[in-house]
């Protein structure tokens, strides 16, 4: 670690971790639910909620956490103001912890969402954006401070790469990205129309932009590779991600009352949208291959990893089923559970531990230690989540062939053909759970423990 405004980068992964966590049991309870829907007292619906917005913003902590670590080295210099990153870290806990404690508020006493000057006051109802106004607002305000004290920290420097560049242009796009979720109209198309703003543009868009700057930095910190060649690569793959995102919102817009040409548009870009990532995977084994000394083989492994599977499950698992002439069968079954699933975890939740895996020995000033947790960590949680979405996807197949094409209603086959589809996914998920708490174990134990079985010492890759 270069400079000592750093370390406000492990307040975000803290708390990160363990939302995690949180939105792992949450999602086994979920997964419960489906077989025994009054297991548990929070019906299924507010489980979702948490479990979905737990997701969301443990991912976005993390990539704050991360972005607090790269700006002051990328610039050389310490952060602009600490203060204010603390103050930002503290409001954005308690805005989350109020948001969570009114959806579980919710869950026992409906009646409480009751409006309050025109809105909402625990649940605004639109999946996927469910916080109410108020937390908008913070949240808003919360990202807002985030971006001022990493640009002042960039223009008091005065120095500029592509990387920092990059990331904070990623996440410049992913706070205007969230305005439009900000208000909604009275046509649902035109509701709809920005309400895929907000969850296209997101992880299909900004969130990508910024994980290509992100594997560029871990890249160069884990193998010494020259600065601009990286660059180079980013830029390319950053340009095909903004290419082919943007227009690929078409394959959400075909369905819900805008003009036809978007069966075109949305049909061919989503084919598309494949290249960029496996122009990341390409990079990232290049990059190894050609920088033999590695400085953390762990991080550099979860990178990799990360960038394999940001491809398979965002870009093969979404194409696969995106294409207007597939998705008119499988649109809201099973399957698109799968893709989410797959997709977030390869390009987003690997992408956060690759960055803590590397920055964390850093902060903690450590050069070595046990990785043998972290690879225990990571093949417990992959398997598990291969097996959850390949479950998901033959539930997904199974629902498509019985309601679209049989013609029989959601609740039967939901009760009785995807049974043992609900019992497997619960089965894994459990798997899931105990990969990602040993994850959570070694994030507090790591540097902190004797070094027994291998370390991050720099090795040569075989």
């Given amino acids: ?32 639910q489906f077989i025994w829907p009054d297991f548990f007292p929070l019906k299924f619906n507010i489980i979702r909620d948490l479990h979905i917005n737990a997701l969301v913003v443990w991912l976005l902590m993390g990539l704050m956490g991360a972005t607090y670590y790269v700006v002051p080295e990328e610039s050389q210099s310490e952060l602009w103001s600490i203060p204010l990153a603390k103050f930002q870290f503290w409001a ?26 025109g809105t909402l006051l625990l649940n605004e109802g639109r999946e996927y954006i469910e916080a109410p106004r108020w937390a908008d607002w913070l949240i808003a305000l919360s990202v807002i401070l985030f971006l001022i004290n990493n640009f002042m920290t960039m223009y008091k420097s005065k120095r500029w790469t592509g990387i920092q560049g990059t990331l904070l242009g990623g996440l410049t796009f992913l706070a205007l990205m969230y305005l439009p979720g900000m208000f909604y109209t009275k046509s649902m ?47 390319i793959e950053v340009g095909l991600v903004l290419f082919t995102g943007i227009l690929g919102t078409g394959h959400h817009y075909y369905w819900i009352g805008t003009p036809k040409y978007w069966l075109w548009v949305g049909g061919i870009f989503s084919s598309l949208e494949p290249i960029p990532l496996l122009l990341m995977v390409w990079d990232a084994f290049r990059t190894t291959r050609k920088h033999r000394v ?13 960038a394999i599977f940001n491809f398979v499950g965002a870009g093969l698992w979404g194409v696969i089923h995106t294409l207007p002439q597939v998705n008119k069968w499988t649109h809201g079954t099973q399957i698109t559970t799968a893709h989410g699933h797959l997709a977030f975890y390869g390009a987003y939740v690997l992408l956060v531990m690759s960055m803590i895996y590397i920055t964390l020995p850093l902060i903690r000033g450590v050069n070595e230690f046990n990785t043998s947790r972290g ?46 589809f609900w019992a497997l996914r619960a089965i894994f998920g459990v798997g899931f759970l105990y990969g990602a708490w040993l994850f959570v174990i070694d994030f507090f134990k790591l540097g902190k423990e004797p070094v027994e079985v291998t370390s991050t010492a720099t090795e040569t890759v075989a």
């Fill in 1 to 32: 670690m270069k400079y000592e405004s750093q370390k406000i980068a492990q307040n975000f992964y803290t708390f990160a971790v363990l939302l995690f966590l949180v939105q792992v049991l949450v999602g086994i309870i979920a997964a419960l």
């Fill in 294 to 306: 590695v400085t953390n083989r762990l991080g550099l492994f979860y990178a990799t990893s990360h």
């Fill in 189 to 235: 198309v035109k509701d709809q129309f920005w309400w895929w703003w907000v969850i296209h543009l997101w992880v299909e868009g900004a969130w990508e932009v910024i994980a290509g700057a992100l594997l560029a930095f871990m890249l160069m910190k884990v193998t010494n590779a020259e600065r601009h060649v990286l660059e180079r690569w980013m830029y």
């Fill in 375 to 420: 690879y225990r960590s990571f093949w417990w949680m992959t398997i598990s989540m291969i097996f959850i979405v390949l479950t998901l996807t033959g539930a997904g197949m199974v629902q498509t062939y019985m309601e679209r094409l049989i013609g029989l209603d959601y609740v039967t086959v939901k009760a009785t053909y995807n049974f043992w």
């Fill in 92 to 117: 954005t806990v308690v805005a989350v912890t109020a948001v969570v404690l009114g959806y579980i508020w919710m869950g026992f006493d409906p009646q409480a969402n009751k409006f309050v000057a």
